[in-house]
Structure formats: structure tokens, C-alpha cells
């Protein structure tokens, strides 16, 4: 009789009994083996590997994928030499390597003299067990070539025997069971979960299982007992987060252990800190001991998708997930597994929510683009399964007529054929190929979902399926999803406008992505980590900020938001507590502050406290959501209002303005107020004046260039104060036209700041400003870069450059062009770029504000750069990109550890740039920070350019200690500062 209870994925038994397997780490169990003591042993041949991470074959003690024991003959990664050894070990709580409830035993340990397994090499292992110890033996044929064991601390340890083969192609004979002591776990019977949503109207019908509904407008789940509901969980709260492979262990549960000495014990923490927050239910990669108290759970991803793309792949998981060969002939019976193994157990579990299919797909492709998929079907193998489905749909889609495949293709192909047989298939760079591409994604759409959630179905009928867990976003194939799951999940990691209060870039797209998919949502990860945790924050998603103010902050903002939008059903925190400051690995080095707490377990004072605030309010916000289907919660972006306009003469002028702080610390200073181009004072002699609203004078000067540039001084502005006031100009009677100012500096001029100890050298090459020297020390360059598209991508640095230079008070400012004049041969388009700098408040502020073509044809152009160049202790040498990803000011930085300095670059405007400093593989530097563009400047024309004044800023130490905190201070604080003129 068979004696196993079902052969997994992967397994093929053979006519002479034996087991074929090619491994994908699927337990292969003996029927009715629960044991509380026993023997077990088969005889492994392993044949090759078939993958280049860790693999292991052998013996299983199973009482679920995260406990069991494991004896694997083990090969290392081909990065890591590839070893041979042999292993006995536990798997406790999703913890591999685990120690917990076992000491070694080394007097059973042993190794014969210069061992180690081989392929083709037959080898008997055996595991033999009671409640005293756990036992482990490799023999081949007679001789005893490895053994080791463990001692149970108390207790009996029962499972399942079986054998687990993972990355290996192998045979396994002569399995057998030589002796057991059965043993029946005891059966829970589950009760539904007590939720109350504390809303009208409270009670649906009951089915015993969640589900999702619309009540009233607004979509909701229903728990079992027909109570409305919301998912607010936070992922990885669990005992054993996060290894550390620099460390070789999990500081946190290290900690953890010292404190509590049992997950039990933990557990009982986290639940009760978990309930007292708010949180309503568990996210995923939560301790088991978590489960069944009160807080409703997913269930751990399933993986289907990732955990297939190991076996037979479309996107190759390399770094991270990739993406299954959905026409595989096999994707159908490995979803069948994984639901039949996973899901089965689960069907009649009320607690549980439903299930993730994966987490982060690689939908794009490793070009991400919204065709990738197609793009990776083209690059497999000739007769590859994926290349096969995409030349069926092209001969469909093009009603099997080459000659338009080719058209629209720009290609030269006989047959169909050629698209699935050929060594070189057609290459998609066509707008209608692109359009096939995405065809062909929608077609693995459709097999992925549909696949995947008919198992799940088959296996449990009872619990909705929660999506796949989308990266952000995803090709148009929002509606397929929404076909087959009864919630789709994603994971979004958007920026926040502080000053505002919003949500940037986001709502719209959630609005979009539920229009399309006509299913609610599911926020599955977000989250802010912020600077003053001390953690690296240099690698993993999130908007990074300064301090945990700011993080809470960001909290309520982003969540008030997801609870008031009527299709959002759940909202997931990422996480439960901080990574590592080593770093996870060196394939996954994540490093920031996402936890509610940290690695000793002392949570987020700030964070928590606003967690538990806005999750009290969480039913009543989003219960009153149904207002917001047809507009948005946030707060809309306002301008200061003016009453009086202005008044503008052919000699006289009279503008009012508004200044606003809109930052969160009182400023005290100049403020520059920007006047009408070539306004009456530009063109004649005369005398201005500046007032209060009630006609008192301020303190106030006027640049003499153009007089296109006043500044106004301001006592203690407090933050969300407005102040209003008016300039006026009158022209001397008789008029009398003012003289051209020029104050014109020679291109390779040096000046000195008669208020800050900094020194500027201008130069042509790479204009304009080839040295910036503060306290006789050289800190960096300064540029413009213009992003110019021709027959390719040019990045243009200006060649020549004209400035005017003035002091008025305690202000210094220039304004100039700089221009580019291309060599004879080359390609490019000269232009001009109109600048300004001004020295004010102790910075130093940069702004260019108009783009002119000097050439003969329209001028083509994708982005303009902000460019400062580092020569700290004066080389560039060891000058590397400081800073974090992400960072809330969108701040560049470069740092030079020996000399222990900085310069870099903040804008007063972080939301209208992007930023990334670093070095290229020939250590040339790169510190773009640029406004993207999408203009097309007619021959001889000019065009205004958007981004505002950026500062540039420098010190000693490095990014986020004394100095950088102070200019970034600063910045802030002149930042905040909203000026807004009247028109006339």
C-alpha cells in the first residue's frame, strides 16, 4: 500500500518503488506517523543541484513548515564554495537554526576523518528520537560517517517523519519507518472572534467566516458573527525578526529571550501592546502564539507565484521575487499543492482573514516596463513554454497575417513559428508591439490569478483571497485581479507633504487602481523610518524624516487618509519592530527604523501614542468615508489671500504681498520677495517705500541689477502667522530712465562675502562657480546640467557664463546667464540658462529661472540639474554620496570621512525635485538633483523654468550630526516661507 499520505509537487514515484525527486522543499510524509518517539530512515542518492542557493535533502521530524527538525546533507551557495556538510537542526516558530527547548549533545557528535557526501554516492540516513534527545546518522553502506544529537530540555517532541528535498535532483530508496510511539495532537475548537465595530449599522448577516461587503456606501469586512470590521495589523510581529547575518543571530530575539525567556511570555507582551495601540488584527509573518486571542490573522503568504519562479521561471528571482512560468504544464498541480497543503488545514478557522497570494511579484520585469513580461518571454530559450503562449496570442491578435505582424513590428519573420523557435525572436520597441506586450501580460495575468485562486477554492471554500500584494503598482491588469480576488492588496510606500498635511501622488491612484479592479483595498505595507533612531535608514522603501515627531506625524497623516477612502478595508504598518543596523544580509541589506519598537523592545513613545489615538477614531472616520467617493479627504493645497491687487503705472507701481509661515519654527530675517519683469522702477529713477498693512515702515532693500528682487526683514514670524505688506516705487519728477546697471564680474572672478567667511572663484569651465572656499578651506563646485534629447540622451554643463554682482544690507546677490556653445562637430543645441545666488541669513541660495534655445532647430529637452561637485579636503577622490534614500527634504550630500566635511545641496522645495548623489563605476561623481522636464523650445525662444531656490550647504562632520542639523535648520526655516504677490 502507499504509504505516504500524498506525493507533493515535485515527487514522481517510480515502477521499482523508488522516489524521483526534483526538490522544491515540499514535505513528503509517511501516513498516520504522529509520533512522540521513534526511527526513521531512507537512502538518498543526489544526482545535481538545480539551483545556485542553499540546498538540502533529507529527513524530516514535521509538525508544521516553521517546527520541525531537519537531517540534510547540505550544499552552500556557489558564491560561498559550494561546501558539503551535513546538518541537524531545528526549524521553531519560523526561526531556522533554532536552539530553543534543545542543547547539543556533543557526546554523540562525530565525523569520520576527512568526510564529506558526494553526488551519485548513495547515503542511508537516519533520524531516531525520544523525549531525552533527537539523534542523527549518515552512513554509507556499513560505515557510520557522520552522527549528531540533541538533548531535550523537558517535554516530548512529536511530528510527522518524512523526507524534504530542496534545490536538489535526487532519488530516494528503501524509506522506511523502523519503530514509533504514536501520538494524537489535541483538538481546538475555535470560536469566532469577539469584534465589535462600534458603528451603525453593526450587524450583518452571519456566516461564520469573514467576508467583505458594501454597507451603506462604504465597503467593509464582516467578521463571522456579521459585525463590521477593519484589518489595522503591522507585519513581523514575531519572536524571531530579524537575523542578522553580520551578527549571525537576531538581535531582537536575542533581547527578547533575556526578557521573557519563552515566546509564550513575549507573545503575551506583544498582544497586549498590540490591542492597547489599536491594532485590530495581525499582519503577516506574525508569531503562531499570536493567533486565536483576540486578534483576527491572514495567513503567512502563501508564495505560490515566488516559490514556483524557483522551479521554472519567467522573471528570474535573483535579488527578489521574480516571476513564475505561469505556462509551465506543472504552475496547475504546484498551485494545487500549495493550497492543498497551506489552505486545507484552514478551512474551518474563523479567526482567519484570508489568504496573500505573494508579496512583490516581479510584474515589470527586470526592465520594468509595463510589457516586461513579454520582454522576458523573449529572452528564454527557443521552444520555452512562454515564448510559445506569446507567438499563439500574436498569430490570434494578428488573425495569423505575418506581413501585419511585421508592419507593426518593424520585423522579418516567415512564420509565427519563428517568435517561439527562433535564436533571435523580434524585440519589442514599437508602440503596437508594446501594446502586444502588454496583451501577453494581461494573458499571464489571467493564468496566475485564475490558477492560483481555483486550488485555493477547492481546497478552502470558507476564506477570501487577499490579492497578491502588489509592488506599489502594476501593468493595466487591475480589472483581472479584481475577477478572481475578493480583496487586492498592495503595498505602497508614498511621500508626505508635512507642510500640508497630504498624502502626494497616492490617492489617485488608489481611486484609479479600485475603479478598475472594482474590489476593495488593502494597504499590506507603508511606513516613514526616521533618522533620530540612530539605524543606518540606507537601504528598504519609505519616505525617511529626521525624528519621530515627524514619523508620527506621517502616520496620522498617511492613515487618517487610507481610513477615510470608502474602498480601503485594511491598512498593514510596516513593521513590528526596527531591523538590524548591520543590515538583514548582503542580498537583502534593509538596515531602517520601521518598528513600533526597537530591537530591545522599548517602543516609539510618539509613534505608538498617535497610533492609538487615530485607531480609536478608526470605525468613525472611516464610516463617515462615503462622503469621499466623489472627492478627496485631504486638506486641498491653499495660496494666502490677498484683498487688494496691484497697481502697476508706466511710472509708478504699488504691490501688495503676503508672507506666510508655513514651517514649524518662528524666522526671523530676510525674505525676498520677487517683482514684476522690466516693472517701472527697472526703467526709471525714483524711490521705493515698504509697509505694514497699517502703514508702518519695515526695514526692507531693493536689488539695483534689475530691480526685480526686494527683501524684506521679518521679526519672529511665527509658524501659521501671516503678515501682509505693500511696496510701492514713484518715479522722479521729471522722469529721469535709469542707467544700465551692470556691476558685470570678469568670467574667472574671485569674491569675498563681506558677511561669511566664503570665498566664490567663477570659471568658465563647467560654469560658473569652479571653487567655493569657506574659512579658506575648499568645499566644492557649482553647476547646471541640461538634459538635451537628440538622436541620443546629452547631459550639457555650461562653457561660458556673464554675472552681475551686488551688496545691498546684509544681503549679496548675483544674476547672470550661463551658456553652452558646443564644439563645431558636436551635435548639441546651444542654450542659455538665466541664474541668480544670493548670500543671505547665512546661506547660500542658488535658483535658475529661464531656459533659452541660442540654436537653429527646436531644442528637445527632458530635465535641468542643480549640480554641486565636492572637493572636500581638497580632491574628490574620497568624496562618497552621503545621506539616506528617500530623504523628506529630497537633500544630495556629499561626504569625505577623513577630512570630515560635507557639501551638499537642500531645496527650499523639496516636493518639485528628485535627488541622487553617487559615483559611477569610473568613481566620477554624480549629484543630480534636477526637476524632471518635458519640453520642446522652439528655435530661438525661451521658456520659464519651474524648481525655486535650492541651497547649497556645507560643514563639518557629516550628514545628520551637528552641522548638517543646523544648516538643514536653517534651510527649513526659510523654506517654510510662502511669499505671494498681488496681480495686477
Known amino acids: 500500500m502507499q504509504p505516504w499520505k500524498r506525493l507533493p509537487f515535485g515527487y514522481r514515484e517510480q515502477p521499482d518503488g523508488s522516489i524521483a525527486v526534483r526538490g522544491i522543499g515540499a514535505p513528503l510524509l509517511w501516513r498516520d506517523s504522529s509520533s512522540e518517539a521513534g526511527a526513521f530512515s531512507a537512502v538518498f542518492t543526489l544526482h545535481r543541484a538545480t539551483t545556485s ?7 524530516t521530524l514535521w509538525r508544521n513548515e516553521r517546527n520541525h527538525w531537519r537531517l540534510n546533507l547540505v550544499e552552500a551557495p556557489d558564491d560561498a564554495d559550494r561546501r558539503h556538510f551535513v546538518e541537524l537542526q531545528q526549524m521553531y516558530g519560523g526561526q531556522w537554526l533554532s536552539q530553543e527547548g534543545v542543547v547539543p549533545d556533543e557526546s554523540l557528535a562525530y565525523t569520520r576523518e576527512g568526510w564529506q557526501w558526494n553526488y551519485e554516492t548513495p547515503y542511508r540516513l537516519r533520524i531516531e528520537w525520544d523525549n531525552q534527545k533527537i539523534v542523527g546518522e549518515v552512513w554509507e553502506g556499513d560505515t557510520l560517517c557522520w552522527r549528531g544529537g540533541w538533548r531535550f530540555r523537558e517535554g516530548i517532541y512529536w511530528g510527522e517523519m518524512g523526507i524534504v528535498v530542496n534545490g536538489f535532483q535526487a532519488t530516494i530508496r528503501d524509506a522506511r519507518i523502523e519503530r514509533m510511539k504514536p501520538f494524537t495532537p489535541s483538538g481546538v475548537i475555535l470560536k469566532p472572534p469577539p469584534v465589535r465595530a462600534r458603528v451603525k449599522p453593526a450587524r450583518q448577516r452571519a456566516t461564520g467566516f469573514f467576508r467583505v461587503e458594501q454597507v451603506e456606501g462604504v465597503w467593509w469586512f464582516i467578521d463571522p458573527s456579521g459585525n463590521l470590521f477593519l484589518a489595522l495589523g503591522t507585519d513581523h510581529a514575531s519572536y524571531f525578526v530579524h537575523w542578522c547575518e553580520a551578527l549571525g543571530y537576531a538581535p531582537y530575539h536575542r533581547n527578547m529571550e533575556r526578557r521573557h525567556g519563552s515566546e509564550a511570555r513575549w507573545a503575551e507582551e506583544t498582544l497586549q501592546r498590540l490591542k492597547a495601540w489599536g491594532f485590530t488584527a495581525l499582519g503577516v509573518n506574525h508569531s503562531v502564539y499570536l493567533r486565536h486571542k483576540g486578534l483576527p490573522h491572514p495567513e503567512q503568504i502563501l508564495g505560490m507565484g515566488q516559490g514556483f519562479a524557483y522551479h521554472d521561471d519567467l522573471v528570474k528571482p535573483v535579488h527578489w521575487t521574480g516571476f513564475p512560468n505561469v505556462f509551465s504544464p506543472e504552475w496547475e498541480s504546484w498551485c494545487d499543492w500549495i493550497a492543498y497543503e497551506r489552505c486545507r488545514p484552514n478551512r474551518d478557522d474563523p479567526w482567519l482573514l484570508g489568504y496573500m497570494l505573494d508579496n512583490e511579484l516581479e510584474w515589470f520585469g527586470k526592465d520594468y516596463l ?5 520582454v522576458e518571454a523573449l529572452r528564454r530559450p527557443a521552444g520555452h513554454t512562454a515564448r510559445v503562449a506569446l507567438a499563439d496570442l500574436l498569430r490570434q491578435r494578428y488573425k495569423g497575417d505575418i506581413a501585419a505582424f511585421n508592419r507593426a513590428w518593424e520585423a522579418n519573420l516567415r512564420d509565427f513559428r519563428e517568435i517561439a523557435e527562433s535564436d533571435t525572436p523580434p524585440a519589442i520597441r514599437t508602440p503596437r508591439a508594446q501594446q502586444d506586450g502588454i496583451a501577453f501580460v494581461r494573458l499571464a495575468a489571467r493564468r496566475y490569478f485564475e490558477t492560483a485562486t481555483r486550488a485555493i477554492r477547492k481546497h478552502d471554500p470558507n476564506h477570501l483571497i487577499l490579492g497578491c500584494r502588489f509592488a506599489g503598482d502594476a501593468p493595466p491588469l487591475w480589472d483581472i485581479a479584481g475577477e478572481y480576488c475578493d480583496v487586492i492588496s498592495v503595498n505602497t510606500y508614498p511621500r508626505i507633504d508635512l507642510r500640508q498635511g497630504r498624502v502626494l501622488d497616492w490617492e489617485e491612484r488608489l481611486r484609479q487602481w479600485h475603479k478598475e479592479s472594482k474590489r476593495p483595498l488593502m494597504i499590506t505595507e507603508w511606513s516613514f523610518p526616521a533618522l533620530d533612531s540612530g539605524l543606518p535608514c540606507k537601504h528598504g522603501a519609505g519616505m525617511r524624516v529626521d525624528t519621530q515627531s515627524q514619523r508620527a506625524r506621517c502616520f496620522r497623516i498617511f492613515q487618517e487618509t487610507a481610513l477615510s477612502l470608502p474602498f480601503v478595508v485594511g491598512s498593514n504598518f510596516f513593521m513590528w519592530v526596527d531591523e538590524p543596523a548591520q543590515g538583514v544580509s548582503r542580498t537583502f541589506p534593509e538596515d531602517s527604523n520601521y518598528g513600533l519598537v526597537n530591537e530591545q523592545g522599548v517602543p516609539y513613545r510618539e509613534l505608538v501614542a498617535t497610533a492609538t489615538e487615530v485607531h480609536r477614531r478608526a470605525y468613525e472616520i472611516h464610516a463617515a468615508s462615503r462622503r469621499f467617493w466623489e472627492r478627496s479627504p485631504q486638506p486641498t493645497e491653499t495660496r494666502p489671500v490677498l484683498t487688494a491687487k496691484a497697481q502697476i503705472g508706466a511710472d509708478s507701481m504699488r504691490l501688495p504681498f503676503v508672507v506666510r509661515n508655513r514651517g514649524e519654527q518662528a524666522f526671523t530675517g530676510w525674505v525676498c520677495v520677487d517683482l514684476p519683469p522690466n516693472n517701472p522702477a527697472s526703467r526709471w529713477k525714483g524711490a521705493f517705500a515698504c509697509r505694514t498693512r497699517e502703514g508702518k515702515p519695515v526695514r526692507f532693500t531693493v536689488e539695483p541689477l534689475y530691480r526685480e528682487r526686494a527683501w524684506v526683514y521679518l521679526q519672529n514670524l ?22 544700465q546697471q551692470y556691476y558685470r564680474l570678469a ?3 574671485q569674491i569675498g562675502s563681506q558677511h561669511l567667511p566664503l570665498q566664490l572663484r567663477f570659471s568658465a569651465e563647467r560654469a560658473p562657480i569652479g571653487e567655493l572656499r569657506w574659512q579658506g578651506e575648499p568645499y566644492g563646485r557649482y553647476t547646471v546640467v541640461l538634459w538635451q534629447v537628440r538622436s541620443e540622451n546629452r547631459w550639457l554643463a555650461p562653457n561660458q557664463h556673464a554675472l552681475g554682482f551686488v551688496q545691498v544690507e546684509d544681503i549679496e ?7 553652452h556653445q558646443p564644439e563645431p562637430d558636436a551635435p548639441d543645441i546651444p542654450f542659455a540658462v538665466e541664474w541668480e545666488f544670493m548670500l543671505v541669513n547665512g546661506l547660500m541660495l542658488v535658483r535658475y529661472f529661464t531656459l ?12 535641468i540639474y542643480h549640480y554641486p561637485l565636492s572637493l572636500l579636503g581638497g580632491s574628490d577622490a574620497d568624496d562618497e554620496a552621503g545621506g539616506v534614500p528617500n530623504y523628506y527634504l529630497n537633500a544630495g550630500v556629499w561626504e569625505d570621512r577623513a577630512a570630515n566635511r560635507f557639501y551638499g545641496a537642500i531645496p527650499l522645495n523639496p516636493l518639485a525635485w528628485r535627488c ?22 522652439p528655435a530661438g525662444e525661451s521658456r520659464a523654468l519651474p524648481g525655486g531656490w535650492v541651497a547649497l550647504v556645507w560643514g563639518r562632520g557629516r550628514f545628520g550630526e551637528t552641522e548638517w542639523r543646523m544648516r538643514s535648520q536653517q534651510v527649513q526655516a526659510y523654506g517654510g516661507l510662502e511669499v505671494a504677490v498681488a496681480l495686477p
Open 916 to 937: 541622487s548623489f553617487f559615483k559611477d563605476e569610473q568613481g566620477r561623481q554624480h549629484p543630480d538633483l534636477w526637476v524632471p522636464l518635458a519640453m520642446t523650445i
Open 747 to 749: 568670467p574667472d572672478a
Open 53 to 59: 542557493q542553499w540546498k538540502t535533502a533529507g529527513l
Open 718 to 739: 511665527r509658524p501659521g502667522e501671516q503678515r501682509e505688506y505693500t511696496l510701492s516705487f514713484a518715479a522722479e519728477r521729471p522722469r529721469t530712465a535709469r542707467p
Open 370 to 374: 509595463p510589457w516586461g513580461l513579454a
Open 813 to 819: 546677490y548675483g544674476r547672470g546667464w550661463l551658456f
Open 852 to 863: 533659452q534655445n541660442r540654436g537653429k532647430q527646436p531644442m528637445e529637452v527632458r530635465g
